[in-house]
């Protein structure tokens, strides 16, 4: 039996795995998120968590914020190219 993708397990797109891509979650997001972190040491690396480091609700989401807030200033800094 093939291996069900993240989607079809949860109903969430894949790049919900993507730091910065919800900004704010819910508790259900929350969930679903610490559950593939704490069973993919790649994700958990993505997301910036060490090994053996405990990965609680409150760390998720603050990642979660950092990246976003980092998307937005890039975004709104001028590093855009200008058109003449």
Do not use: C
């Amino acid at each position: 039996m093939p291996k069900r993708t993240f989607t079809e397990k949860t109903g969430y797109p894949a790049k919900f795995l993507n730091p910065g891509y919800l900004g704010e979650m819910s508790p259900d997001e929350l969930r679903v998120l610490k559950t593939e972190l704490k069973n993919r040491s790649k994700l958990r690396k993505r997301w910036g968590f060490t090994e053996g480091e405990t990965i609680t609700n409150q760390k998720i989401q603050a990642r979660a914020l950092e990246e976003s807030e980092r998307d937005d200033q890039h975004i709104y800094s001028g590093d855009e190219a200008t058109e003449p």
